[in-house]
């Protein structure tokens, strides 16, 4: 190993649908569902992620609201935010339930089962 110092170290992890895969760890029975997370900022009002059966179906990263429903009429879509003052902008813009990640457990699981 050399003596000299590149700095530190960094890693870089890819998780593929991370806010799903937590709501989905949290309740395993929405666990092949139909289901979307709205995305924030520039996103807001288009899927940020899909879960494997809405994917399916025709349902992708980008498409509006409107799109990914239309290719799976089942379809739910969940804003997961850390800006709970964004709560009635995200469920005006077609999204079925909010959940604020500093919600507590119990307040999570009423938002998602509100939902589907």
């Known amino acids: 190993m050399s003596s000299t110092s590149c700095g530190p170290r960094v890693a870089a992890l890819h998780v593929p649908n991370v806010g799903l895969q ?5 309740s395993p029975e ?4 139909a289901l979307a997370l709205e995305g924030e900022r520039r996103l807001r009002g ?3 992620e899909a879960s494997r059966r809405a994917r399916e179906a025709g349902v ?4 509006t609201l409107a799109q990914a429903r239309a290719a ?8 997961l935010s850390a800006r709970p003052e964004t709560r009635s902008d995200a469920l005006a813009s077609g999204a079925d339930a909010f959940v604020c990640k500093m919600d507590s457990p119990e ?10």
């Open 46 to 48: 288009r899927v940020a």
């Open 22 to 26: 937590a709501l989905v760890r949290r």
């Open 60 to 63: 992708g990263e980008g498409q």
């Open 72 to 79: 799976c009429p089942g379809l739910r879509v969940l804003v």
């Open 107 to 116: 307040k999570l699981l009423e938002a998602i089962f509100g939902a589907v």
């Open 30 to 33: 929405l666990a092949g569902a």
